[in-house]
Every structure is written in C-alpha cells, then in structure tokens.
DNA sequence: ATTCATGCAAAGCCTTTGCAAAAGT
DNA sequence: ACTTTTGCAAAGGCTTTGCATGAAT
C-alpha cells in the first residue's frame, strides 16, 4: 500500500470527530481539504482501511458508519436521529459458553448493539 | 389488513424452513406455489409484517433476513459460509445500566449478534 | 519504470414505489 | 362498491468496478 494523502484525509476526518460518519459525510468532509474527491475513492479506500483493520464499520442496515476506534467497545444506535453513539462501559455476558457449546461451532465475536433514545431526544420530546 | 393467499405462502415458507432466507430467497420457495409472485409482493410483504411485529428482520449489511421467531434469541452468522443459525441458550449482559448511565439514554433493545465458524464449515476446514 | 491511487461514469445489488388490473370483504 | 393486494417496470439509494490518467516509490 503506497502513501496517499486522500487516504490520509479521510482518517483525519475519522480522527477528527467521531460521530461514526457514512461514507458520504467523510467525502464531504475531506472535500473541504481537497474539493476534488470522488465517492468511489472514499469508499475504496474505506474498505481498504477495514481490511487492513485499521478503521472498523458498523453494519448499519444499508448505510454502512465507520469508526476509526477499533478497541472493544459497543454502539448505541438512536431510534429517533439516527445517531451512533459509543459505549466505553464494560460489559460482561454471561452463558457464551453455553451458546457456543449449542450450536457447536465458535464464536469469534459478540457483537452488542443498543438501540434507544438518546439524551437529546428525549429532551426535544419532553418539550 | 386483508387476508391474502400469498402472504400466507411467505409465513408458510418462514415456518417451513427457519434458516432465515432473504427476500429472494423466499420469493423462490413461494413460486412453487404461486409461480407468478413477483419480489416486489414479497418485499412489501415482508415489511408489512415486521410492522406488525410478526416477523423480525435480521440487519444483516445489506442483504436482509427474515425470521418468523419473535421470541427473545440471539444469531449467529457463520463467517465462512454466510448461514445464520438461532441460539436460545439463555444470556445474561451485565452492566447495562452503567452503559445507559453512560449515554444518558434509555436503551430499548440489547441486540446481540455472534459472528464465527459453524459446526459445518469447521469440519470441512479440518478436512 | 513500475506499481498503486484517483476521477469519472457506468454498472451492480437490494429495495421501494407508481400505476393499472385483480382479488378480498 | 370499496379497499387492499398484486405484477410489472421503473426508479432509488448505496456501493463497487472498468478504464485511462496521475501520483508515489
């Protein structure tokens, strides 16, 4: 993999707020450092990073989110806005064994993903 | 909501074989009944009735699938070979308040999707 | 020099929708 | 009669790909 810096770019934007963009929002973003980017250079280069495990994407019904942090954490998906949050808080799941031992294969991951209302939601509704 | 002979074919289909078949993939059991239905009929179908919360849709990136089971289980997606299988071992996640305490939230759905190698696909890379 | 990255446009895939005809109540 | 359902074809949205050009080593 040569260097380049539209590749740079996106992971900077990844870096830079992490508010799980699409890959739309990244290309819009790193259009505003190099206005001649296409979509299918960001996605190219989205699925590039992921192979290499260096960004993660969160499976998202149809409109694929990426998210540069690729330590063990959960997502939290708002019903209401659509957001993606991170959940950082351990999480311990109890009967893995048991799930494993029934359908008799292995289980590399668990994947968690909350979905809810968050914060601001319930505010606006409560208003 | 009428009563219609190919809706009843799709619940047919999703109780007859619950490997959790695609849009397409239940439009082609249905045509050994009904050779004219078309995928359109189906996918509005199937819409309508996760609506109604008698079916459940399993986000799976992109290709959907449908499971007739609504009942509180976990899946399992085989890496290898793409099938997806149910688990009812009982599972226990802790510390979701510290994670809902986290976002401030209010988390309505723990979904919890496994992803490894099946039984099956295990067995044929030992071969 | 050779290899990889890019932009553009086109195609791909899954899903939804508009419309007129058919089926259900 | 009136309303929902259907088939067809077309459109939609997101993502991938072919190809020639341009950048990186």
């Known amino acids: 993999m040569k260097h380049s810096h539209k590749r740079?770019?996106?992971?900077?934007v990844l870096k830079a707020k992490r508010d799980h963009p699409t890959a739309d929002m990244i290309c819009e973003r790193v259009r505003e450092k190099y206005p001649?980017?296409?979509?299918?250079?960001?996605?190219?280069?989205?699925?590039?990073?992921?192979?290499?495990?260096?960004?993660?994407k969160i499976?998202?019904?149809g409109r694929e989110r990426y998210d540069i942090d690729t330590s063990d954490h959960t997502h939290f998906f708002c019903?209401?806005?659509g957001e993606v949050y991170d959940i950082f808080s351990p999480l311990e799941l109890y009967g893995l064994a048991n799930a494993e031992c029934?359908?008799?294969?292995k289980i590399n991951f668990a994947h968690i993903t909350f979905r809810g209302q968050c914060k601001n939601c319930?505010?606006?509704?409560?208003n």
Chains 1, 2 share one sequence.
């Open 59 to 61: 499976g998202a019904a």
């Open 102 to 105: 029934e359908i008799g294969g």
């Open 79 to 81: 019903e209401a806005c």
């Open 36 to 56: 001649e980017i296409s979509l299918a250079t960001v996605y190219r280069n989205l699925s590039q990073l992921c192979s290499d495990g260096a960004i993660i």
């Open 8 to 12: 740079d770019a996106i992971c900077e």
């Open 122 to 126: 319930i505010r606006k509704e409560n």
